[in-house]
């Protein structure tokens, strides 16, 4: 039924919010007690509709806690506090995977179409376009417990997920002709090409050089630069601060001191 979905969300929302939760998330995730009182509020509606609605599987024997759920949820929810309208809530993420620890995966490095380079790689986290996030429950406690040095592995992967359901990047290389899009790929590509430049000339730069990898993993790490170090990005790169503001509907320059 249309509206069916929101109208669910909604009454999620107003669910009291269970004590153990609350203890878990003032404890693992510090960036909360930052927030103003109505958003912590609600903040604590959004994590009972994510817990609700969403499914986490546990991998390489690690068993699931309410810990491990909420945390995780705590930050995904995070990058979803601007929005009003709950018809749309992550609703492509089909399932988050955690292990333990960093974990190993195999790799093929392509060199040309008859050589292929076998190799292993040890990674944190990874989103893929098909709806699945992968986390190393060691690394997104990390992440989460110092909130000022601009790493945090669920906020980085849970972009790459808004990234691949909103298609914020694709705007920036196709250029669309909307003027609203327009200023986004404009901006974002001009910072883009500005960090490129300024590691070639191997300069100290606020935004983390991995975010050179690719445009997919610029906006990765921008928008942790962009909560993390909100004051600091508005500072040297206001125009691209203005657009995530516009694109995450939060200001945390106003709240976050660092
Ligand atoms: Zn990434």
Redesign the pocket.
């Known amino acids: 039924m249309f509206g069916l979905k929101k109208w669910r969300r909604n009454r999620w929302m107003k669910r009291p919010f269970p004590d153990d939760w609350e203890s878990i998330l003032y404890q693992n995730v510090p960036y909360v007690q930052h927030l103003p009182a109505k958003m912590q509020t609600k903040l604590k509606g959004l994590i009972t509709v994510f817990l609700k609605e969403k499914t986490y599987e546990g991998c390489a024997g690690l068993e699931l806690t309410d810990e491990i759920r909420v945390t995780i949820a705590a930050q995904a929810c995070i990058l979803m506090l601007g929005v009003d309208d709950l018809s749309y809530f992550y609703d492509e993420l089909r399932s988050i995977l955690v292990y333990p620890e960093s974990y190993v995966v195999k790799i093929k490095n392509r060199h040309d179409s008859f050589f292929v380079q076998e190799g292993f790689q040890k990674r944190h986290?990874?989103?893929w376009s098909h709806g699945n996030v992968v986390l190393a429950w060691d690394e997104v406690k990390k992440g989460a417990s110092d909130i000022h040095d601009g790493q945090n592995l669920v906020f980085?992967?849970f972009?790459?997920q808004l990234d691949y359901e909103y298609g914020a990047t694709n705007q920036v290389e196709d250029q669309y002709e909307d003027s609203q899009f327009l200023s986004w790929a404009r901006v974002v590509g001009n910072e883009y090409k500005k960090l490129l430049t300024a590691l070639h000339k191997n300069q100290q730069t606020l935004i983390d050089s991995?975010g050179a990898?690719n445009l997919?993993?610029f906006f990765?790490?921008i928008t942790e630069c962009f909560f993390e170090k909100p004051r600091q990005l508005k500072n040297e790169h206001p125009a691209l601060y203005e657009q995530l503001k516009e694109f995450y509907k939060q200001d945390p320059a106003s709240y976050i001191k660092s």
């Open positions: 986290g990874e989103a980085h992967e972009a790459h991995y990898t997919a993993e990765a790490v």
